[in-house]
């Protein structure tokens, strides 16, 4: 298909719907370096909910709680633990988005919708997508206010109270990767494909990921000018039970397992974070005395690499450096991927092995396993 009936200018944002979002958004501010940008809440006229924009470089996250009982958010919260409500992207035309979408057989979830204030009108519109979770077609174009009607701008200077704001280099979204039932993958790849137009990144199919060590199956859906990438995961039968079965045990149902954030230097980042104090997955240390024999010469020095644990990985076009946190609740659902790119458009498949290891590891401790 030649014409993109769906075409996405970037994210716009990623809402959390939290129990507690002032405490959600202390911890994202001291611990991920995010700046509180806006609010909404009893103070802006908003009875319902409570909600904090978090910013850093072009990330925006959005914490929400429910005010009350009867809230939709409230029911999100209690089924799933915190977890990702809305996944939002900007469009130039919320309505048509809805249109091809739903047309294409998509499932709607808001109608095309116009706030306004003084700053203008944003038009929004939403499709539902896996388990709870929301797609959102932001348009922007008629907007400039701080986040939406209802909120209030908040310098993240001002909310830190030290008179100082500092982020740790996160810069942008990367990937957004789902967790599916099992048998459901190829069900939200042909959701992607057809109601979406997504495409699936042809050097990462089934046989790239070995289930053997990982123990889950993965496809990854890119949209049209490749901006937006949506790996999807199911559960694969090993030896032991999948992390990814464990995901949707604890989340009850399909959700976003992690959300992968880009650094344009991650010693720098990693380091501040882990200062902190964001706990990372750590592969066993003997991965690194392999290391330059599998992914040949880089740029950082390998052993500050191993003193963060830091992973590596190459393929044809360059190479990615990631890491992974630990789950940022106490249920083991959602968790946060840190990624710098050389080149590489990978995931970094040849890390599954070490990581899989490590997550074992984890789940046995938590009696999952
Ligand atoms: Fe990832």
Not at 144 to 158: C, I, K, L, M, S
Not at 160 to 174: F, T
Not at 280 to 292: H, I, S
Request: hydrophobic share 35%; charged share 20%.
């Amino acid at each position: 298909m030649s014409e993109d009936f769906l075409p996405i200018k970037g994210m716009d944002h990623v809402e959390f719907y939290v129990g507690n979002a002032k405490q959600a958004a202390h911890y994202y501010r001291t611990g991920f370096g995010f700046a509180n940008t806006a609010y909404s809440g009893l103070e802006t006229g908003n009875r319902e909910t409570a909600s904090y924009v978090m910013s850093q470089g072009n990330i925006r996250l959005v914490l929400t709680t429910a005010l009350g009982p009867d809230s939709p958010i409230a029911r999100h919260c209690y089924l799933h633990g915190d977890g990702v409500g809305v996944i939002a992207m900007q469009v130039d035309d919320a309505a048509s988005a809805y249109a091809e979408s739903t047309h294409r057989g998509a499932t709607g979830a808001i109608p095309p919708t116009a706030v306004e204030d003084e700053y203008g009108v944003l038009r929004y519109s939403a499709i539902r997508c896996y388990g709870d979770t929301i797609i959102k077609f932001v348009d922007r174009s008629d907007y400039n206010g701080p986040f939406a009607p209802g909120y209030t701008a908040r310098n993240g200077v001002e909310v830190a109270g030290n008179g100082r704001y500092k982020g740790v280099g996160l810069a942008s979204i990367d990937h957004m990767v789902g967790n599916v039932e099992l048998g459901a993958m190829d069900r939200w790849v042909d959701f992607f494909a057809q109601t979406m137009g997504f495409s699936q990144l042809l050097h990462f199919d089934d046989k790239d990921i070995s289930t053997e060590y990982s123990a889950l199956m993965s496809k990854v859906m890119q949209n049209g000018n490749g901006k937006i990438k949506f790996p999807i995961n199911e559960p694969a039968e090993g030896k032991k039970k999948s992390q990814i079965q464990e995901y949707l045990d604890f989340y009850y149902g399909p959700g976003v397992q992690h959300v992968a954030l880009t650094t344009g230097n991650i010693i720098e980042t990693v380091t501040q974070l882990q200062a902190n104090g964001i706990d990372f997955l750590r592969v066993p240390t003997n991965y690194y005395d392999v290391l330059e024999d599998r992914v040949g010469k880089i740029d950082e020095p390998i052993d500050k690499l191993a003193e963060l644990g830091i992973l590596v990985d190459r393929d044809e076009e360059g190479y990615l450096l990631q890491i992974f946190t630990k789950p940022v609740e106490d249920r083991p659902t959602v968790f946060y991927e840190i990624i710098e790119r050389h080149g590489s458009r990978g995931f970094g498949k040849g890390n599954f092995q070490a990581l899989f290891e490590a997550l074992e590891q984890e789940q046995a401790l938590r009696g999952n396993l």
